[in-house]
């Protein structure tokens, strides 16, 4: 494979020939994830998914959910809880006055969120690394 020219690889957009562009000044810079997804804070977490957990929600298998241990969960979120020392990617739902743990498919009973369940973290992005 050719390598590029320096100038080429450091391009900004600001020195070119003839007139300037009239988009030259809305140029984005190079994007960091750890600052868009924040994960400088000391309760975000980045955490890989393994199996189909909630593929109607567009979770898939080798994602990567950045989970929020500091967030208040809300109905209708996906979150990471611990039942029974098992880890699950489930929503959160709110019904006849109690919180039930979703998970996904029509073969999977929603589990109430009792003493023995934990809610860990609330799932605040998610990262495809293949499409």
Wanted: proline fraction near 8%; hydrophobic fraction near 45%.
């Amino acid at each position: 494979m050719p390598r590029l020219p320096d100038v080429a690889r450091e391009y900004d957009g600001g020195n070119t020939t003839g007139f300037v562009s009239p988009a030259g000044d809305s140029l984005e810079g190079p994007i960091d994830l750890s600052e868009v997804l924040d994960l400088r804070r000391p309760h975000r977490y980045p955490v890989r998914v393994k199996g189909d957990a909630l593929l109607e929600r567009g979770i898939q298998h080798g994602d990567i959910l950045i989970a929020d241990a500091a967030a208040s969960p809300a109905a209708g979120q996906v979150v990471i809880a611990m039942i029974h020392g098992d880890v699950l990617v489930c929503q959160l739902a709110y019904r006849c006055g109690q919180w039930w743990l979703k998970p996904s498919g029509a073969d999977k009973e929603p589990q109430p969120v009792a003493d023995e369940a934990e809610i860990w973290a609330v799932v605040a992005a998610l990262v495809r690394t293949s499409v």
